[in-house]
């Protein structure tokens, strides 16, 4: 028997075996893709106009969706985490849902909804000749319907941890509610809403089933990098992992970057 | 609330995979054949096993390019179907069909609206107005590559608000009436019914796709994929093939 | 009750729980003067800073400051605590993490529409007068229990706001911090010209604090008073309880504590000056003659008076230091104690809980 005290300073075997299978579950299909890079040809493949219109809508309409999630998601989490209401639980339900669906079923039901013919869109089209389907509107509209409940849940959790005391004191010291809120509430559950924040955004960035269902595919309108990556891989192998690798790139470098600048109390 | 329904479905169709991936029974033939067969396969199918009640017909249906590179990927199938000859040469080429591919059916093209026609379209030319929502399929599929051969030798240049991933998401969205026009199959539109309508493009510009098939080498059971084949090629699969909208060779 | 004062708070206050729980107190506290809540944990504490601070409305009753009416269920006034220019010192202090010292001690003002760079100086000269001016720039994280709570002291006076609440504002500090900040916060206290507010659960706390202490048990008040009439006619078990931790000033040396001329040998050799002995009425044996034996303070005295309390029995000894004692019922037929005889006091030199006072 080897001393209790070497065994705690070392970590279970079993413990660095999982994990390491666990890591190898996101790190294998990345290798796969990179052995196949054309490395090459992937100037060429990387200079064609579908790859810039495909990056630049991307990058628009996944910050866009973000900025909306924040706007509508962050309210929302306060309400769910501050109110009591009945079929609360219903409500919560239903902002989940959108990470159980199918994103093509989600698609399906925006364009039910919000298409020219659909119970709000047919209206909206009627009132103002908006069609969302087929614009970039559309892309932006399904990117936030499946990433906002990413900003959702990890808010308001933040916000159900935060001591409420907190809150009472800024009042006690004459703060108004728009000021708690600016001064108090959003600064003390900065960490959580970055991060919240990150992941919608990069589940806006990879969506494809909601965008091509509601949104359709049109180069420099709706055509983002996950559905040029599709259409590529049909007939266009090379160009599809050129575009992948883009996506990889791109996604990683904001990732890493935004956990450098404010994620550092995590 | 819609929701209870589509989870059932979803649910159910989550079991019903579950099921097949575990059937490795002998007696099955599998065919993975294009997505615009699938009614037409369907028939056939049933009739086959009418015929042969030894044999379990699993059909397996998918754009043409993904069927492609599901074969060559190594995939398990014994007869293999295309809507068009370009996808199954490279198939071809590795040898892994047991014969050169046979022609078995023909489709044509049409523009289709939505029943009602409320943009009031009335022939190819109307893809051209930038005021309609009109959708093709992409060109990197069978019917967006024939779609757009055929605007071409009309001298069209259409409008396109969005290219489909295949027919059956442009359908769909015709249904919903969410778009104006598109082009389709003729078969589609006879089996899509009363969603949609179909308006026919001129012989002399309208153009046809060739359906092969061809049984694979891999086959388990080499004689029941030659005779499926034989089947589709019969009078009998003819018949049904020609009530979906086909055209025969 | 006293009548209502001119210049202080006068409020009713009457808030129901869910789960059954009722406060029902009155509460009436001059300018200048600090009145102690003193009870158990559950007494309903919290939720009287809460009403009074606003960040919870009364059910029923009424609370006037300075003849302001802040909430008044029945007349449809509810003053919100962004309006009511209460300060208050909470419980852990709550001091806002992400905002240095100074960020902190100016959030009042900042919320009163001074600017930034005047509200930091007014910090500024707060967290001087109150000795911490060095921690200006650090995060309340990297403060010491001490620290903190004069941090929330400045935070909470900087408004000069119209009364002050302090929650139990030593509950978070070690034993000798606690000891040593009782005399600041007292000194503070003493220059804030509002009325206080003290809540607590720590009757030396109260009885050195407070001008009045305000007993409160299960949302009702209890007993009023001094700490010296709750100490000699203690109105319930837990006020019996509180009076029986038997207090006594006095002066500390080389292990004697000296109190109007009579003399306690303590366990605690180290203290000098001005102190304060605690000894538990079970930490007082009674005896019909001299007992011998270890070192005691012995002394011979007279029951004063007997009170019955179910089990327990409660002796008031007379001069020279009159004390409350607890025996059982058995002790009280054994030593044929009655008001009036004479008994012998003894006590444990290390039963004697001495903290500078």
């Known amino acids: 028997m080897t001393g209790p005290v070497r065994r705690t300073t070392r970590p279970p075997a079993l413990v660095l075996v999982l994990a390491a299978l666990g890591l190898a579950v996101f790190v294998v299909p990345l290798l796969g893709l990179i052995a196949r890079v054309p490395w090459s040809r992937l100037p060429e493949l990387l ?52 990470l159980v669906l199918p994103p093509v079923v989600g698609g399906a039901a925006l364009l039910f909804a919000l298409g020219r013919r659909g119970i709000v869109g047919g209206p909206l089209n009627d009132l103002t000749g908006i069609v969302l389907p087929f614009s970039t509107g559309g892309v932006v509209l399904a990117a936030t319907f499946v990433a906002m409940p990413f900003l959702v849940i990890t808010v308001e959790g933040a916000l159900r941890n935060l001591d409420a005391r907190f809150e009472g004191a800024a009042a006690t010291l004459g703060a108004s509610r728009w000021r708690v809120l600016f001064r108090v509430t959003l600064p003390m559950i900065l960490p959580s809403l970055a991060a919240g924040l990150a992941l919608t955004w990069a589940r806006a960035l990879g969506e494809f089933g909601a965008t091509i269902t509601f949104a359709g595919n049109l180069q420099s309108r709706t055509q983002t990098l996950p559905l040029a990556v599709f259409v590529a891989l049909e007939n266009d192998r090379d160009t599809a992992i050129a575009l992948s690798l883009l996506m990889v790139v791109v996604s990683l470098g904001v990732l890493i970057g935004l956990r450098d600048r404010w994620w550092r109390s995590w | 609330m819609s929701f209870r329904p589509l989870l059932v479905t979803l649910l159910a169709a989550a079991v019903a995979t579950a099921g097949c991936a575990g059937n490795t029974s002998r007696d099955v033939l599998l065919v993975s054949a294009a ?21 379990d017909v699993q059909l397996n249906f998918a754009g043409s390019s993904s069927l492609r590179e599901q074969v060559l990927g190594g995939a398990p199938a014994d007869v293999v179907a295309t809507a068009n000859p370009d996808t199954m040469a490279p198939l ?34 109307d893809l051209a107005d930038p005021t309609l929502l009109i959708g093709l399929c992409d060109e990197a599929v069978p019917c967006g590559s024939l779609a757009r051969a055929i605007l071409l030798r009309a001298g069209i240049t259409a409008a396109i ?17 969410e778009l104006d026009a598109g082009i389709v199959y003729i078969t589609d539109v006879i089996a899509t019914g009363d969603g949609i309508e179909g308006i026919a493009i001129a012989d002399a510009i309208n153009l046809a796709t060739d359906y092969p098939i061809a049984a694979l080498r891999s086959a388990s059971d080499p004689q029941a994929a030659e005779e499926f084949v034989d089947f589709v090629l019969s009078t009998r699969g003819r018949d049904i093939l020609a009530r979906h909208g086909f055209e025969l060779p | 009750m006293v009548s209502p004062p001119v210049r202080g708070l006068d409020a009713r206050l009457v808030v129901a729980s869910g789960n059954g729980f009722t406060l029902d107190i009155d509460l009436a506290i001059r300018s200048g003067h600090t009145v102690a809540l ?46 009511r220019h209460i300060g208050v010192v909470f419980q852990d202090y709550i001091l806002f993490p992400h905002l240095n010292v100074a960020e902190n001690v100016s959030f009042g003002l900042r919320s009163a529409g001074v600017g930034a760079s005047e509200a930091v100086a007014a910090a500024r000269s707060w967290l001087d007068r109150l000795d911490i001016a060095e921690l200006a720039e650090r995060r309340p994280g990297d403060l010491s229990g001490g620290q903190a709570q004069r941090v929330a002291l400045a935070r909470a006076l900087i408004t000069e706001p119209a009364m002050l609440l302090l929650d139990e504002p030593l509950a978070a500090l070690d034993v000798t911090t606690r000891a040593r900040l009782r005399r600041t916060l007292a000194d503070h206290l003493e220059a804030y010209e509002g009325p206080r507010l003290l809540i607590t659960h720590d009757p030396t706390e109260a009885y050195l604090l407070a001008d009045e202490i305000h007993l409160i048990e299960d949302g009702a008040i209890t007993q009023v008073g001094t700490a010296e009439d709750i100490r000699l006619r203690p109105r319930t078990r837990y006020a019996a309880d509180l009076a029986g931790s038997n207090l006594v000033t006095g002066t500390a040396s080389a292990g004697v504590v000296e109190s109007a001329g009579h003399r306690l040998r303590v366990g605690d050799t180290t203290i000098h000056g001005p102190v304060l002995a605690t000894i538990h009425p079970r930490a007082i044996s009674l005896h019909r003659n001299e007992p011998e034996g270890s070192p005691r303070n012995t002394w011979r005295t007279s029951v004063d008076r007997i009170e019955h309390y179910g089990d327990r029995v409660r002796i008031q000894t007379g001069p020279p230091m009159p004390l409350t004692a607890e025996v059982t019922p058995n002790a009280v037929d ?12 003894s006590i444990k030199a290390t039963e004697i809980d001495v903290t500078a006072g």
């Open chain 3, 38 to 83: 003193l009870g158990p944990n559950g007494a309903g504490k919290t939720t009287a800073v809460q009403a009074l601070a606003g960040l919870r409305s009364l059910d029923a009753g009424r609370i006037e400051l300075h003849g302001r009416v802040l909430d008044d269920p029945a007349g449809n006034v509810f003053v919100p605590a962004a309006d």
């Open chain 2, 161 to 177: 608000d969005t290219n489909e991933p295949d027919v059956r998401s442009l359908l769909t969205k015709l249904e919903a009436d």
């Open chain 2, 35 to 55: 997505a615009s067969l699938t009614d037409a396969f369907n028939g056939i199918a049933l009739a086959f096993e009418a015929d042969h009640t030894g044999v």
């Open chain 1, 47 to 98: 200079a064609g106009d579908v790859v810039g219109d495909a990056l630049r809508l991307s990058l628009l309409t996944s910050i866009a969706a973000t900025v909306i999630s924040a706007l509508i998601g962050v309210p929302l989490a306060w309400v769910l985490a501050r109110m009591e209401f009945r079929g609360k639980s219903l409500v919560r339900g239903l902002v989940l849902l959108p």
């Open chain 2, 92 to 125: 071809v080429d590795a040898d892994l069909t047991t014969s050169d591919p046979l022609v078995f059916a023909r489709n044509r093209m049409a523009v289709a609206v939505p029943s009602g026609n409320l943009a009031g379209v009335s022939g190819l030319e």
């Open chain 3, 334 to 345: 054994a030593l044929g104690l009655h008001e009036q005889s004479s008994i012998w006091v």
